[in-house]
């Protein structure tokens, strides 16, 4: 690794997935939960700076986020940033550029580890408790998400960051040393984060600012409460003023002058198909303003399977689809939506399917036994709502559960089941991004042709699942379905990638396939230069080849 005024080189701690806690009924850790839930709900709303070095701005325009489950309670208002605060944060941030690209990796190291310390304990239920009222995730989805997933990006990125720079040339020549060293990126990342994971909303940012970049920092409406204790977490872990600008406003003015910025030098985000197509077409528009070229990272949607064999487990493919399909709402973009199912496993899963089905608690996630809660905002609940309207009056698709909706006081989507006769009908084929599972039921004996059929329903390749017992079955999904997700799972939920374990992305309409949570993303951000270094002088230019 390079040294780079560090008087000697370190070994980092031993990188381990955090613990994840069940906060049991009578738990201390369910208490410090309940305090911080109730805490949060005193202070609403709770006022939201922008931050630009270092500095607390507040303007006339506000961002509200609102309680999914209770709409009409504001959780927070966030200050927008208008374009000249866009250009204030541009300037700043290329003023401490060189600052901080200069600090030695082991010192910007140290700032993320202990702000992962500082996730695993200070502010573990301020994390939660702001992800449970602002995003709508029950326990242990936010558990999962806004603490271990959050920490291990923070703890897992330093240990693929060490093991890149120490990534250097085998070979040199006498009188030579060559050398490289892993450049952060000319210019200035845009980081455009998500509502539905809080560990994505802080990777996005941070794993950039690791590799010695500067970052604006767009996050979510819906997600501002979460994203300011993440930025609350990393002032305090020491983070330099102007390394990473919160910048929360209109999305189409802060874009707009972001991507004018001759500067700009790359775009890290994770949302819709269709915004980061447009940022992509804004970006090589302006292509002849860029001092470089910009890496362009993201991922999107998914339109996920579960592909299952007539020799697979019903228990095992119930539960786990149960949990893909509807888990936070069914709002992950690996989430289960289409299901194949063969017609000799039919009857025996759907009585099972339907029976765990009735077992599913909607409601407040403050209260616990609530596998489900309320869908993001109106306009996602409207979405929903009408693919299910859909369904009820199509021809060739059955609602078998679910199929209702409450927005009232909260906005409720009842978890939904439809088959269809149709294998590419809208649902098996549109992202709905909600709890809504679509099932065809195919004949067992057309299991290789339904592989094909599944490859080639959706435009999307993020995650997928098998399930069978046969191992020939398995071989052969894995073959067929090579290029249809980017996280291929046997016998497993196509949701839950962990940090270390399965590096997440997928392609096609899904994304460039970067794989948040390992070395391949960091490499993104990174711009290297080869050194060569010669210690003999040459005493005449010509070659022997040229002597007679």
Known sequence: ?????????????????????????????????????????????????????????????????????????????????????????????????????????????????????????????????????????????????????????????????HEIYQQQPSKNAPGVWNRVEYRPLEGFVYAITPFNFTAIAGNLPSAPALMGNVVLWKPSPSSLLSNWVIMEILREAGLPDGVIQFIPGPAEEITDVILKSPDFASLHFTGSTFVFKHLWKTIGNNIDTYKSYPRIVGETGGKNFHMVHKSADVPNVVNQTIRSAFEYQGQKCSACSRAYIPDTLWDEFRELLLQQHSKINVGSPEDFSNFMGAVIHEASFEKIKGYIDWAAKDADSEIIAGGTYDKSKGYFVQPTIIVTKNPKSRTMVEEIFGPVLTIYVYKADEYEKVLDLVNETSSYALTGSIFAQSRSAIMLAGSKLRHASGNFYINDKSTGAIVGQQPFGGSRSSGTNDKGGSATLLYRFTSMRTIKENFVNIQEYLYKSNLV
């Not at 607390?56 to 966030?78: C, F, M, N, V, Y």
């Not at 000249?84 to 140290?110: D, M, Q």
């Open 1 to 161: 690794m390079s040294t780079n005024a560090t008087l000697g080189t370190f070994s980092l701690p031993e990188t381990l997935n955090e613990p994840m806690r069940n906060f049991e009924p009578g738990s201390s850790d369910r208490a410090n939960l309940i305090a911080a839930l109730n805490e949060f709900k005193a202070q609403a709303p709770i006022e939201i700076p922008i931050l630009v070095n270092g500095e607390k701005i507040h303007t006339g325009k506000i961002q509200e986020q609102r309680i999914p489950s209770d709409h009409q309670t504001i959780l927070a208002k966030a200050y927008e940033a208008d374009s000249s605060i866009v250009k204030k944060a541009i300037e700043g941030a290329l003023a401490v550029k060189s600052t901080w690209e200069a600090y030695p990796f082991n010192e910007r190291s140290t700032i993320f580890l202990k702000a992962a310390d500082l996730a695993a304990g200070k502010y573990r239920f301020k994390l939660l408790a702001a992800t449970m009222l602002g995003q709508g995730k029950n326990t242990w989805q936010a558990e999962i998400d806004s603490a271990a997933e959050l920490i291990d990006f923070w703890r897992f990125n330093n240990k693929y960051a």
